[in-house]
């Protein structure tokens, strides 16, 4: 095996990413006494207007990512932030309106949660099952839409899978009954064309860390036309119009704001040299017998591939994998204990959850990543193979379902 | 999910070399073999213990054991490590060793306690299906 690769392989991207080097340069020339270090609110001099300067520029980066004006993006400290504000704040502002929400159950725990709170509070939330494949379908949208639905909220692309919903059809929707629409696109950005300009969506959230740049900041993009007002969950100094009081981080806001204009200008070669390595990871993975991918192939992003390898489990796939950064759906990795919600929500049997495991590709993927990781696969899941007594069982001809389980 | 050194070892041997730590299978209807099999698949962890029994004076040694083990890291340490226990045991001190005896071997985190007892279980079982055939 190749001695030049650099062990262990970070293939858990979708996680976070590294910080670009043109990003973490960036940063770092606003942050001393000789960079650009005032509060760009600061309106009596020269520090604080060049730092305003420098987040107005930003500002205009991410706008130009995804197509809107700069006016409409307001800083938040990550999507977290962002989907509690989009989704709490317009509950609040327009609780006269209406009371209840949609969402679905494959939601980052942001949505979840904050809509979770909301139901403490006297709001009603549906929870949409996704289809097999992993996205949300209008039928099932209309299905759940009520006199009093107010917010519709619904990740662009999903973490664990990488499946894409269809904006554009669930915002006509949305808009022509006169609800608001809010999506999660920590996932998206620098991976698939966003222009809100042409898509009916009225809240967006995003995350820098997610594409290339630091951790702890992200926007939420509040729309002016249609107007779309929220109520702000932090007070404060009247930052950001009112909807999001603290200190602007300039070091933090200008790391997005390189990430975005990186992505803008990048995006088409970075996405098309990704979906090439999956594609060569996928060829090669899918040789492997009884693997199954969770999540619709043909509508999902290059960069998110999630595959159970069935009769072996999660946790002691990824120990055997220890060459490799990636997560799984396994209890036995999670918190919870529980194997992932959202590979339950397909429909898929709990040991096909925790046999999962999630790649995710990036910038700084190479061919041989993928080729050595390839090979390692190969080998521990043959191992784990061999030492399954549910493997066993599979070569020997019986339905792992007719069997009488000694649970404990 | 942190673990100790011994269970990352244990479980490192154990798939590198599985014949040299006894994985593999007895065929279940000789009579000199009893059989264990403990867990669920949709708990995430299936245990198979197959003990290789001879009568030695009034009593019954294991003379050889082979495991199979679907589950996290810790569960196929946990049963690796009881196989190891096992060997040369005659039933009544098989009998004897409880889950705290592998938790205390493989310094396994409180999270995993249940793996321990999943690997108790196994022997139990499969002493007494080997009872029942004798």
Same mark, same amino acid.
């Given at each position: ?9 970070? /293939? ?34 020269? %520090? ?42 317009? @509950? ?35 929870? /949409? ?12 949208i209309k299905a759940a839409i009520r006199e009093d639905t ?23 929707? *949305?808009?022509? =009954?006169?609800?608001? %629409?809010?999506?999660?696109a920590a996932q998206s950005t620098g991976k698939i064309e ?16 997610? !594409? ?19 109520? @702000? ?5 009247? #930052? ?11 070091? =933090? ?15 088409? =070669? ?7 390595? #999956? ?29 159970? %390898? ?34 339950? *929500? ?17 910038? %700084? !993927? ?9 090979? /390692? ?5 043959e191992r784990l193979r061999e030492l399954s007594p549910l ?18 | ?12 041997? !154990? ?19 009893? !059989? ?19 009568? =030695? ?47 205390? @071997? /493989? ?11 999943? *690997? ?15």
């Amino acid at each position: 095996m190749s001695t030049s690769i650099n062990l262990p392989i970070y /293939l858990d991207y979708a996680s976070t990413t590294p910080v670009d080097p043109r990003v973490a340069q960036k940063i770092c020339d606003h942050l001393t006494l000789d960079g650009n270090f005032g509060n760009p609110a600061s309106r009596s001099h020269k %520090f604080g207007w060049k730092a305003e300067e420098a987040v107005e520029e930003a500002r205009s980066h991410v706008a130009n990512l995804v197509g809107c004006d700069p006016r409409e993006i307001v800083w938040t400290s990550g999507a977290t932030e962002a989907n509690n504000l989009a989704i709490k704040g317009i @509950a609040n502002f327009y609780q006269s309106k209406g009371k209840h929400i949609i969402t679905s159950k494959i939601e980052h725990k942001a949505v979840l949660d904050a809509c979770r709170q909301l139901e403490r509070e006297g709001f009603e939330v549906t929870y /949409l099952e996704p289809s097999e494949g992993g996205v949300i379908t209008i039928e099932s949208i209309k299905a759940a839409i009520r006199e009093d639905t107010v917010l519709i909220s619904f990740m662009h692309i999903n973490n664990e899978l990488g499946t894409i919903n269809d904006l554009k059809s669930i915002g006509e929707l *949305a808009r022509a =009954q006169g609800i608001f %629409f809010h999506v999660d696109a920590a996932q998206s950005t620098g991976k698939i064309e966003i222009n809100l300009a042409d898509l009916p969506v009225d809240l967006m959230s995003f995350s820098a860390h997610k !594409t290339y740049g630091p951790k702890g900041i992200g926007a939420l993009y509040v729309s002016r036309k249609p107007r779309v007002r929220i109520e @702000a969950q932090m007070h404060g100094g009247g #930052h950001e119009r009112g909807m999001r009081s603290g200190t602007l981080p300039t070091h =933090q806001i200008v790391g997005m704001g390189e990430a975005f204009r990186i992505a803008k200008e990048e995006m088409v =070669q970075d996405t098309k040299r990704i979906q090439a390595l #999956h594609d060569r990871f996928y060829e090669s993975v899918s040789e492997i017998e009884e693997i199954y991918v969770n999540g619709d192939l043909s509508k999902k992003v290059g960069n998110i591939l999630n595959i159970s %390898f069935a009769y072996v489990e999660g946790e002691s796939l990824i120990m055997a994998l220890k060459d490799i950064a990636v997560s799984s759906g396994s209890a036995c990795t999670s918190a919870s204990l529980e194997p992932s919600y959202v590979l339950r *929500a397909l429909g898929r049997k709990d040991e096909l959850a925790s046999s999962s495991i999630r790649f995710s590709f990036g910038r %700084f !993927t190479t061919e041989e990543d993928v080729d050595y990781t390839l090979t /390692l696969i190969n080998h521990a899941v043959e191992r784990l193979r061999e030492l399954s007594p549910l493997w066993e069982m599979y070569l020997d001809g019986i339905d792992l379902d007719t069997v009488d389980w000694q649970t404990h | 999910m942190a673990y100790s050194k011994k269970v990352v070892d244990k479980f490192e041997n !154990t798939i590198n070399e599985p014949a040299k730590y006894n994985v593999g299978r007895f065929d279940p209807k000789e009579l000199n073999i009893g !059989t264990g099999m403990v867990g669920a698949p949709a708990c995430g962890d299936v245990m198979k213990l197959q003990i290789k029994c001879e009568r =030695q004076g009034n009593t019954h040694v294991i003379k050889d054991v082979k495991f199979k083990t679907y589950g996290c890291g810790s569960a196929i340490a946990s049963s690796s490590e009881l196989v190891e226990m096992l060997l040369g045991k005659t039933l009544e001190e098989a009998k004897e060793i409880k889950n705290i005896d592998i938790v205390e @071997a /493989l310094e396994l985190p409180p999270i995993k306690i249940h793996c321990s007892v999943l *690997a108790e279980d196994s022997i139990k079982q499969a002493i007494e299906d080997y009872e029942q055939k004798q």
